[in-house]
């Protein structure tokens, strides 16, 4: 007997099917689901397409993240699942806006357009899907998702044959979209305005009021053809294997979607065990093997970047500690990517009780690698500096389970785009010894992962 409580609770059915190993491909897969459309491919997770949302789950301000783990507990209470795997198991995926006070709501670009891009995206939102597609070292499998009063098993299980026939049945491979080609582009910062602004913020590093800040510019591009999401991530699963691919569309129309192939990861939560690390501090790529190893020797001893990168493994540490029965910080390394190199510290821990994934992001979000030191003093700084809204940039962008497990990386090496527009972010570590030129080469280093996708 379900009590009155029970009963005005969502009711949440999920049901989910091993699939035959021909599925289409994943590009076939990205264009088959309806949207809002998502898609989440961490380097040592099951991959996931999905499509619809069962529910939807927004929130506003500085409480978000509260908020969000509220509304996921409710939804995931007494749901009625068979998963068959763990993959399948009900998941949100979502993120967060970077600061905690609402988008900047309007901006004025050259051609005296108001919207901002980031106008269909609200400070948090999670999509519990409808349909969702896992790919497991086991295979793939095929779950339908439902939440309402009109959500029983026979109807999911019903969709879940529907769909399975519809996905099957669909042309293995799709052909591929050519790179959609940039007809106009316009930075937000000019680089005599970065001069500026790398100047005043070193200033405020000498006085002794700033430690470090991270500051970004935008570029806005007007594409020549139609963007098309499921190439590009197909083409960013390639070049940036160890990354993290994601999309995440917001249910507007026009269809809008951020995007990106990030480095970072801020945490995984399982059980009681964290798992992040320091990401911080860049230099290119070299011609041969070589060089590319000398750049990193000399990344690896410049005093500069170990300082920026030093204060945030350091920041970690400090904010994981009160959750923590032990933090484990890691050797100082090199993560290569095709475009660049950072310096990278794994951080492991272990919590002294049974935490939400989101009480862990809430704690770290914004690192010192994507906002500064003392946090305080720096998002008043990012806040004086750059001329547009970080929107979802730089911000937490990943999955949560009905036990609170999750992870969450950092919406870096991304884009927020509608079809025929897309705006790139990209953002440097600014520290005492900061060079404004060497730092506005590294913010066209790290446009290339999206720039390279869109430029025909
Ligand atoms: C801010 C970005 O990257 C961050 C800043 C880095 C740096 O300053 O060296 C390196 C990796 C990221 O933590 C970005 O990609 O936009």
């Given at each position: 007997m379900e009590?009155?409580?029970?009963?005005?609770?969502?009711?949440?059915?999920?049901?989910?099917?091993?699939?035959?190993?021909?599925?289409?491909?994943?590009?076939?897969?990205?264009?088959?689901?309806?949207?809002?459309?998502?898609?989440?491919?961490?380097?040592?997770?099951?991959?996931?397409?999905?499509?619809?949302?069962?529910?939807?789950?927004t929130a506003d301000g500085p409480d978000r993240f509260r908020q969000i783990r509220t509304a996921a507990e409710r939804l995931f209470e007494a749901g009625d699942v068979h998963a068959g795997t763990e993959a399948a198991?009900?998941?949100?995926?979502?993120?967060?806006?970077?600061?905690?006070?609402?988008?900047?709501?309007?901006?004025?670009?050259?051609?005296?357009?108001?919207?901002?891009?980031?106008?269909?995206?609200?400070?948090?939102?999670?999509?519990?899907?409808?349909?969702?597609?896992?790919?497991?070292?086991?295979?793939?499998?095929?779950?339908?998702?439902?939440?309402?009063?009109?959500?029983?098993?026979?109807?999911?299980?019903?969709?879940?044959?529907?769909?399975?026939?519809?996905?099957?049945?669909?042309?293995?491979t799709a052909t591929a979209a050519p790179r959609p080609g940039i007809t106009d582009r316009r930075r937000t910062t000019t680089p005599t305005?970065?001069?500026?602004?790398?100047?005043?913020?070193?200033?405020?590093?000498?006085?002794?009021?700033?430690?470090?800040?991270?500051?970004?510019?935008?570029?806005e591009a007007d594409l020549?053809?139609?963007?098309?999401?499921?190439?590009?991530?197909?083409?960013?699963?390639?070049?940036?294997?160890?990354?993290?691919?994601?999309?995440?569309?917001?249910?507007?129309?026009?269809?809008?979607?951020?995007?990106?192939?990030?480095?970072?990861?801020?945490?995984?939560?399982r059980g009681r065990t964290v798992e992040t690390g320091a990401l911080a501090g860049t230099t290119g790529r070299g011609e041969t093997p070589a060089e590319d190893e000398w750049l990193a020797e000399e990344l690896l001893a410049d005093e500069k970047n170990v300082h920026e990168h030093e204060l945030v493994a350091e920041t970690i540490r400090e904010q994981l500690a009160p959750f923590a029965a032990s933090v484990s910080v890691g050797e100082r390394g090199i993560k290569r990517l095709a475009t660049v190199q950072?310096?990278?510290?794994?951080?492991?821990?272990?919590?002294?009780?049974?935490?939400?994934?989101?009480?862990?992001?809430?704690a770290l979000h914004p690192t010192p690698a994507v906002g500064g030191l003392p946090p305080d003093r720096a998002l008043e700084t990012i806040r004086e500096t750059e001329p547009f809204d970080r929107g979802w940039y730089a911000a937490p962008v990943g999955w949560?389970?009905?036990?609170?497990?999750?992870?969450?990386?950092?919406?870096?090496?991304s884009a927020v785009a509608t079809q025929r527009r897309a705006t790139l972010f990209a953002g440097v570590g600014i520290v005492d010894d900061s060079d404004p030129d060497a730092e506005w080469d590294e913010v066209e280093l790290k446009f290339r992962p999206i720039l390279d996708e869109l430029e025909a």
């Open positions: 009590s009155p409580r029970a009963a005005d609770r969502p009711r949440l059915v999920s049901r989910s099917i091993p699939l035959a190993d021909s599925v289409p491909s994943f590009r076939a897969l990205v264009d088959e689901m309806e949207p809002p459309r998502t898609v989440w491919n961490a380097a040592d997770e099951a991959r996931v397409v999905a499509g619809g949302a069962a529910a939807t789950l198991c009900p998941r949100l995926f979502g993120g967060f806006a970077f600061h905690s006070d609402g988008a900047a709501a309007s901006e004025t670009t050259d051609n005296g357009d108001h919207t901002s891009p980031w106008a269909e995206f609200p400070d948090a939102r999670f999509v519990f899907p409808r349909v969702q597609v896992t790919q497991t070292e086991g295979g793939p499998w095929l779950t339908v998702n439902a939440v309402g009063p009109s959500a029983t098993p026979a109807a999911v299980e019903a969709k879940l044959d529907d769909e399975r026939e519809r996905l099957l049945s669909r042309a293995a305005g970065w001069r500026t602004a790398v100047r005043n913020a070193v200033e405020r590093i000498d006085a002794g009021t700033l430690r470090k800040v991270v500051l970004a510019q935008a570029l020549g053809g139609n963007l098309a999401v499921p190439d590009i991530l197909d083409r960013l699963s390639e070049k940036y294997p160890d990354c993290t691919r994601f999309l995440i569309e917001p249910d507007s129309e026009p269809p809008a979607a951020f995007f990106g192939a990030t480095p970072e990861r801020l945490v995984s939560l950072h310096l990278h510290t794994p951080i492991t821990a272990e919590l002294t009780e049974d935490t939400h994934v989101l009480d862990v992001v809430e949560i389970d009905a036990a609170g497990n999750g992870t969450f990386a950092v919406g870096l090496r």
